[in-house]
């Protein structure tokens, strides 16, 4: 593939200069526009060393608002990045809807220098190749307009620029002897490549192959690239404006489907502790559970419990319990509320991305990503086909997360709507616990067979092989507590 | 000091659970409060080895509304954070205005591990403890309540608590060498510490000891100095709610002192280039440029370029020329413009110091924390104290950072009162340059004479020695933009 390029492409200095200006000025306009329809764009650059990414970077983002755009620099991983999984820190960093954000280098790393020097085996690149596809067609979905260039150029000429780099004291430092060593296995690196570019070209995010011998050529190349990019993005939402919140009526019904095949009703609330029997346990518990995070530190294993349930179900309590022993340099409790308006320029998995702890902590989700499928859902603050969207959406990241090696709870607090009532009634009765009790609830109370019907199909949709649901009978708070602490210390205890 | 500690007190069972609830549901409402009334806290854990932090902390933590408080630990320095000023990784986690950040560990480390280790030298110390003064006295003046607690135990009991540590295969990990070190070391820290506990104990940040021999004894003064502090922020911001963006009307007049005095009315302005004077100089200074920025990359040392001036006076292309040769993987452009909701809560400085460059990279600034003695001074965004205080504390985070070996370079790009309208009118009828002219441009333009007060204050008052600025004369653009090449090729052939 690679190997077809005709790398003697070449712009004359009079041809380049003859509309330089006008690209510039067009490109500054059609940037300014995509920052109005908040489109957020992904520029990756991708290439052999020496091929000019700096040079061709600085070339394009010259003409552009600074306002609007940012480069992000891939090296290797920090400490805080290799604890996480490898998209974590690309995740990071995605444009908000009305920015540009310029990679320079990016996750085709994995499958390029990582993969070359043994980092990555091959085994794991079908994995790998999955994750990037999920991530790019996530953000596509979401409005991000991908464009990805592969800059190239012959194995005698990058050996040509290397050396010339070396001759001048100012740059000499920037061959290394990896570079070099990279010039050496410039055969394996192109067959990398080429099966790069055919298993990751795709309609959201389509490669251009750059000839790179000459630096005009290559600039003409970028430029006319994203400005058509550009040009087409802006057309089609000038036509067919995003739709981002708007209410379905009728896809929350409970159809007849749902209500013969409820998993909820089949729960059996009457199952309990007395409180001798909880205490008796609970104390054994929180020490192992102790034990437990100072086991899963050393080892460097990540975990991640997400709380979902009921008003009222008790998810609070249930987490000062797990938590009342622990130390608290090794958890973290991420309570999740509504997004707030800098959270919502992005997509809506971004903030949950920014969370994700670093191998051997846990973090604890008061609620999570999966509002998207119950409140968003149920109150219209998404589209129906962003919500249908998030079931796989959501199984992707899971996946990402435990192919990393993360410990993955999800826990499904229930509770009938009777015991609902009763603890809203003594919230409102006793005084220190008034403050937890809003309007908000009685709204979501009358809603409940709406919501029902979104949990139904989120634990149908979402309960996975690698990341299943543990629904817990809470009409018993001592109950729910214990089992939540079993599950937690099964999970740990089989993987250490 | 330390060793007045009278560390025999203890509290027997009976009497701490007699209160213990009551206790935290009073904390957890103060919380609660504290969160409305917008009032951040910091409170700090120092301490011995093994003296309980992480049991205490979690004490402390558990009443508390997880949505309000994060807890931030002190590890030995990333490679991110080992490339900034040492408080650049405590300035990024300052709690928000409605939130708690609990320090486990902190900025006292530089004192203490840092300074018996050898770290950080005894010379060193005056400016280290200016630079936490300040840091405190700047949040303490926002509103921030801050509370430091030391953790204090005898020598002995350390050994015994490292002892028992060991001998639990659990926690045996928990002693490192390091640790057993420390405990050789008790009398040398014991000193750093004292001078610690004198040197940094102000009414706006006070310390106190705790004997930490008994874990409800400790726990129970940690709860009772964090609700009288609440209490009293809370009564304090009752009785006066603090005053964020008044209007404070004849503060910006012209007084005759100001007109008389003025260092713009003296500056050339008829300084200038030819075109073939510009062209010759410019293509020689920014590769000169390129060389450097490789140059300081090697050496990792960080640069920081202000740019402020008036509207068109040109900033925009300045800037543009100043990167043109440059790898944009060695600089960042970061325009500022109004904060925006997220950055307004929290003290005006955060929002900069999140943006510190690592060292070996440039940071150009195009406007910057300036912005309060300027627009925010002159249209009221702050009140007249606010504005008046940042003076002294933007000088002080200037000379944090030049102490850390920043090179810092501030201009203020000139123009007269013609020239300026001259380029307003060029900018509306030019079509590619339209988007640049705004109302507020023009409404600016009224208030030039109140901009030129401040303006004129501001060289005066920030003009340090360790932070000149420097006033660009640039009615001819191609004149300003050789100056400032010079000025910052000069400032890195300086010090490289």
Not at 111 to 116: D, I, P, T
Not at 117 to 145: M, N, T, W, Y
Not at 371 to 390: N, P, Q, Y
Not at 399 to 408: E, Y
Request: proline fraction near 3%; include cysteine.
């Amino acid at each position: 593939m690679l190997k077809d390029t005709d790398l003697s492409q070449k712009i004359s200095k009079e041809e380049y200069k003859s509309n330089e200006k006008e690209l510039e000025y067009k490109l500054a306009r059609l940037q300014r526009r995509a920052r109005e329809l908040k489109i957020p764009v992904i520029i990756v650059f991708e290439g052999w060393d020496a091929a000019g990414k700096g040079t061709l970077i600085n070339d394009l983002i010259l003409p552009l608002d600074p306002r609007g755009f940012s480069v992000y620099s891939t090296f290797t991983p920090n400490q805080e990045e290799a604890l996480r999984p490898f998209l974590w820190r690309f995740w990071r960093h995605i444009p908000r809807r009305d920015r540009m954000t310029i990679y320079d280098r990016s996750w085709y790393q994995m499958v390029l220098n990582e993969r070359v020097l043994g980092h990555v085996k091959k085994k794991e690149l079908p994995e790998i190749f999955d994750d990037i596809c999920s991530f790019e067609r996530q953000l596509a979905d979401d409005g991000v307009v991908i464009i990805k260039f592969f800059l190239h150029i012959s194995r005698k000429e990058q050996k040509k620029r290397f050396k010339k780099l070396r001759e001048n004291s100012c740059t000499e430092w920037r061959v290394t002897k990896e570079d070099l060593k990279q010039n050496k296995r410039y055969d394996k690196i192109l067959a990398a490549a080429d099966e790069m570019l055919a298993e990751s070209d795709s309609a959201f995010a389509p490669w251009t192959i750059i000839a790179a011998h000459d630096r005009r050529f290559a600039a003409r190349k970028i430029f006319n690239t994203v400005i058509s990019a550009l040009e087409e993005a802006i057309n089609k939402t000038e036509k067919n404006p995003p739709v981002r919140s708007k209410k379905t009526p009728g896809t929350n019904e409970i159809t007849e489907e749902n209500a013969n095949s409820s998993i909820l009703d089949k729960v059996d609330l009457t199952r309990s502790y007395s409180l001798e029997e909880y205490r008796s346990k609970l104390d054994k518990k929180q020490k192992r559970l102790r034990e437990l995070e100072h086991e899963i530190f050393v080892r460097r294993i990540p975990v991640i419990i997400v709380y979902q349930g009921w008003d009222a179900a008790g998810k609070g309590g249930n987490i000062k319990r797990l938590t009342e022993k622990l130390d608290p340099r090794g958890y973290r409790v991420i309570p999740v509320s509504a997004p707030n308006d800098a959270e919502k320029a992005y997509h809506y998995l971004w903030r949950f991305w920014t969370k994700i702890p670093k191998a051997g902590h846990i973090a604890i989700f008061d609620r999570s990503w999966y509002g998207r499928v119950l409140v968003e859902r149920v109150e219209g603050f998404c589209s129906e086909e962003e919500w249908k969207r998030a079931y796989r959406e959501i199984n992707e990241m899971e996946k990402h997360l435990t192919n990393f090696g993360v410990i993955l709870l999800k826990f499904w607090l229930q509770i009938d709507k009777d015991e609902q009532l009763a603890r809203f009634k003594d919230r409102e009765s006793t005084e220190y616990k008034r403050w937890k009790i809003t309007d908000e609830d009685w709204r979501n109370r009358e809603k409940w067979d709406s919501y029902k019907t979104a949990v139904e199909e989120m634990l149908q949709r979402t309960g996975t092989s690698y990341a299943p649901w543990t629904v817990v009978e809470s009409n018993c708070k001592w109950y729910a507590r214990i089992k939540v602490m079993d599950k937690v210390i099964k999970a740990i205890e089989e993987s250490v």
